[in-house]
């Protein structure tokens, strides 16, 4: 494989047709900033009784955790854009949407479609709050939820040889 350009640390990240010559031109940036990526989290729907830094809901009603992002799965998710940057959008947070995974995937290069045509892309799995409450656990070793806070106990906390100094421990959820 050939290069036109001397080696440099990364590859270029560069998708579009046309003249790849620079004229004068800013290059658009194809993928989202972390600003962006922050915001677009920021103005998704909160998941009611979930924390809202490690739950959404996606553009289609999904409920996706943010520990997944970038991944394959029905909770995981990516920043898509909302007009297809090959169609032209910015990578923009006017333009940023969370998607699911699966539903990113098949959206495509799609533009126009509504949140009943994107819930036809999504996985058929519903988790209940107990399944995404052991979920949460296993990804962050605790559950927060608004006005709640549970962790896992450890061994000896379990067996009484340690006496915790906070009390989250012993809670239960509903």
């Known amino acids: 494989m050939s290069s036109s350009s001397p080696a440099s640390a990364s590859p270029q990240r560069h998708r579009g047709g046309g003249d790849d010559s620079n004229s004068g031109k800013e290059e658009r940036p194809r993928f989202f900033d972390s600003m962006t990526k922050k915001l677009c989290w920021a103005k998704a729907e909160i998941v009611s009784g979930r924390h809202p830094e490690r739950w959404r809901k996606d553009a289609a009603g ?17 920043y898509d854009h ?3 940057f090959s169609k032209g959008g910015e990578s923009v947070v006017e333009n940023c949407q969370i998607l699911q995974t699966r539903v990113n995937r098949f ?7 509504d949140k009943t045509q994107l819930r036809g892309y999504s996985c058929d799995i519903n988790f209940t709050d107990k399944e995404l409450d052991v979920i949460e656990m296993a990804v962050y070793g605790d ?10 106990r450890s ?7 340690y006496k915790p100094k906070d009390h989250t421990a012993a809670c239960k959820l509903p």
């Open 82 to 84: 909302i007009i297809p």
């Open 143 to 152: 559950v927060i939820r608004p006005g709640k806070q549970c962790r896992c």
């Open 62 to 78: 999904n409920v996706v955790c943010k520990r997944f992002g970038n991944c394959q799965g029905c909770l995981c998710f990516e």
């Open 155 to 161: 061994i000896d906390e379990l067996v009484g040889k």
């Open 107 to 113: 959206k495509s290069d799609k533009d126009h479609l």
